[in-house]
């Protein structure tokens, strides 16, 4: 018990303690401190955690850091060193079995804890993910190629890009559907970029991520892999999709259009929303039910439009009470072709900001509005405000979300910075990302605590 492998990277206030218990990292451990019991096991000291707190991985997935000083007692109840690694796999091929390409991007799907550092890390390569699920090798032949390793915040223009580019060469050389791996934190903004450089698919392109990591019991990632590779091997919907859990538990996966979907919670599974709009489809490993019937179909050729233009000078504006010009006057001085605000209400901001979009206008920079409520259309001549504004050159976007827009306009730009024709590009719907109207279910929230919700919740979701 004294061999210090025992304690990784601990230093002796917390060595004494385990000492004391006889327990050691990597042990299943009860730990009774005077702020309750805790179960789980103990795990190495990253390097910049600080000192007199050990830490234990909870049986929820969880990591806590537990304060030496409050302990009272430690029982070890099992011991087995953990390895992280998921060794690469060579996927077994089936002729009688279609093919996909997993493109890989980084993310929690493709991720593992880093207990150096205690960090969620883009670690493995999309090989990997089949040591880890073999499960999907009864729905495809799964042929993997890794874009890139980072986390979703780092994805931007250039991998945008790469990504369109590398679905156009996996079509063309026939596969029969495209899954993306990809961090959920911006994967909307990915599949709304990716439905306008990625045109006339005949097979699914499948985003999907993870919102726990693989490591933990909660995690999502196999589940909803199975799903998109299900989709993407035997689905009939040939449209850029997002494909995350539906429910909060494993019944379904939900397929929602690229261009009409967002992340609405920063932690639960269920996290993606169709907005203004329904789903496109169910989906798990074994089936796809569609919702929708208005989808663009699989078809047989290999015929895809890829087409990558981007202008990045392209910003996003959150409208807030009492916002200055200066926002929009440093946007013009540093040379952005593009302003997409999410304004409040029917799209209205503040009449301070009337100068600075003047000028706006007079420099050729497109103007457009979006509603900061998600749901519902930009309808700027309902009130004095909105109609003052499209005097001033500031474009309704109908019921586009702004980060759609955002990628929509950055995209247009990329083609002509002609204002006129930049508004006739924006306001063409290319892939669902204006409708005329909104499903009258298109907008359902569960507001908690009124009675008829705590029944229907009481008897589904137990």
């Not at 990292?25 to 019991?37: A, F, H, M, R």
């Not at 504006?317 to 302003?339: F, H």
């Not at 103007?367 to 749901?375: H, I, R, S």
Request: charged share 25%; glycine share 10%.
């Amino acid at each position: 018990m004294n061999n210090t492998d025992n304690f990784k990277g601990y230093k002796e206030d917390v060595i004494k303690v385990l000492k004391k218990f006889n327990a050691r990292v990597w042990s299943d451990i009860e730990i009774e401190t005077n702020k309750g019991t805790f179960t789980g096991v103990v795990l190495p000291r990253s390097e910049t955690a600080p000192d007199g707190y050990l830490v234990v991985k909870l049986i929820t997935g969880y990591n806590i850091g537990i304060d030496v000083n409050n302990i009272i007692n430690m029982k070890e109840t099992g011991f087995k060193e953990a390895h992280y690694k998921i060794p690469e796999s060579e996927f077994p091929v089936d002729e009688n079995k279609p093919n996909v390409t997993l493109l890989g991007t980084g993310g929690t799907i493709a991720s593992r804890l880093d207990y150096r550092t205690g960090a969620v890390i883009p670690a493995f390569s999309p090989g990997e993910l089949y040591g880890a699920v073999p499960e999907l090798a009864d729905l495809a032949n799964l042929k993997t190629i890794k874009l890139f390793g980072v986390f979703s915040e780092n994805m931007g223009p250039e991998q945008w890009i790469t990504t369109a580019k590398a679905i156009g060469d996996e079509v063309r050389n026939g596969v029969a559907g495209i899954v993306i791996g990809h961090g959920t934190d911006t994967m909307h903004h990915t599949a709304g970029i990716l439905s306008f450089m990625v045109q006339n698919s005949p097979v699914p392109i499948i985003m999907v991520g993870s919102q726990r990591s693989s490591d933990r019991p909660s995690s999502d990632a196999a589940f909803n892999l199975r799903c998109a590779v299900y989709s993407a091997a035997h689905g009939d919907i040939a449209e850029v999709l997002v494909c995350m859990f539906g429910p909060t538990s494993e019944k379904y996966n939900l397929l929602h259009r690229g261009t009409r979907v967002r992340k609405m919670h920063s932690s639960t599974r269920n996290t993606f929303r169709t907005i203004g709009d329904l789903p496109v489809a169910m989906v798990d490993p074994e089936k796809l039910t569609p919702i929708k019937t208005d989808y663009k179909k699989r078809r047989k050729d290999k015929d895809i439009k890829i087409d990558t233009e981007y202008n990045d000078r392209v910003a996003m504006v959150y409208y807030y009470p009492d916002m200055k010009p200066d926002i929009i006057d440093s946007l013009i001085d540093n040379g952005y072709k593009g302003i997409i605000i999410a304004g409040t209400g029917l799209g209205h901001v503040n009449k301070p900001l009337y100068p600075a979009l003047k000028r706006a206008k007079e420099k050729g920079i497109s103007v457009f509005m979006t509603v900061q409520t998600l749901w519902g259309f930009a309808q700027m001549y309902v009130y004095d405000t909105g109609r003052d504004l499209m005097e001033l050159g500031v474009v309704p976007a109908g019921n586009m979300l702004p980060e759609v827009a955002y990628v929509k306009l950055g995209w247009v730009l990329g083609h002509t910075t002609d204002r006129d024709k930049v508004v006739e590009m924006m306001l063409k719907p290319v892939a669902g990302e204006i409708t005329e109207r909104e499903p009258e279910n298109g907008y359902l929230i569960f507001q908690g605590g009124t009675p008829e919700i705590s029944e229907f919740l009481k008897k589904n979701f137990r």
